[in-house]
């Protein structure tokens, strides 16, 4: 069980970069007064060093979530359901408990 709540979010993870790459290149690019889209690369000044191009291509990573969405939403479904099988395999435990304390 331990194996597969760790592939579950390992899955999660993955399907989180792309997003957070997205966020971080427009949080960083906002706190710099730059301009950022995917139409092309503009010139913007982080701490002396020029980022235009890294900002770019962290928009542009964006797409990547097209792909990497599945692997959430199959992370999450399957963390969900391994949560779900827990709490069954206690409630149907404890039951039985009551049961032969009858």
């Not at 399907?15 to 092309?40: K, Y």
């Not at 890294?54 to 969405?69: D, K, P």
Request: some cysteine; overall charge positive.
């Amino acid at each position: 069980m331990r194996g597969k709540v760790r592939l579950y979010l390992l899955m999660i993870f993955v399907g989180i970069l792309p997003l957070a790459s997205v966020l971080l290149a427009g949080q960083v690019a906002t706190w710099n007064g730059c301009r950022i889209d995917e139409g092309g690369i503009h010139p913007c000044q982080v701490l002396g060093y020029e980022a235009g191009p890294l900002l770019h291509t962290m928009t542009t990573l964006g797409w990547l979530m097209l792909v990497t969405n599945l692997f959430l939403a199959a992370g999450v479904l399957g963390l969900l359901g391994e949560l779900l099988r827990a709490a069954g395999l206690r409630a149907w435990q404890a039951f039985t408990r009551w049961r032969s304390s009858q």
